[in-house]
């Protein structure tokens, strides 16, 4: 069954979620982390985090620009959808933050430009 599912998603549909599970976890230690108040110290006092995390991200990234068939559009297309979309479920259901009106219909386009380019192609 895990298998079926995985053959559902494309490789760069996989990519750019590895790529965005690290970035929103970033996210939401930057928010929850004592001592993260967004100065330079904030940031060097978690540097040994903040560094493997970036790194994994630019590797996915690289992985999914890299993708064969897969232009540079299609791939920003999934890194987005991705992110706006963890980014929202955090928002909402870990933080227990209200996501305003504009990041809705910006996960909604997102959603729409995934649709057309499945059905439309690229």
């Known amino acids: 069954m895990i298998k079926h599912l995985a053959s559902l ?11 965005a599970i690290p970035a929103v976890t970033a996210e939401y230690l930057y ?6 108040d967004g100065s330079l110290a904030g940031w060097l006092r978690y540097w040994y985090l903040w560094v493997p995390i ?3 991200i630019g590797f996915f ?18 890194w987005a959808f991705a992110t706006t979309l963890m980014r929202v479920l ?3 259901f870990v933080l227990g933050d209200t996501v305003k009106g504009g990041t809705w219909m910006a996960l909604a386009l997102l ?12």
Do not use: C, E
């Open 111 to 122: 959603v729409l430009a995934n649709i057309a380019k499945t059905f439309w192609g690229r």
């Open 31 to 36: 928010r929850t982390l004592p001592g993260t």
């Open 61 to 78: 990234v690289y992985k999914l620009v890299n993708v064969p068939g897969t232009s540079l559009l299609d791939a920003f297309v999934v």
């Open 9 to 19: 998603m494309s490789t760069g549909a996989w990519y750019g979620l590895a790529a």
């Open 54 to 56: 970036q790194l994994l």
């Open 90 to 92: 955090l928002t909402v």
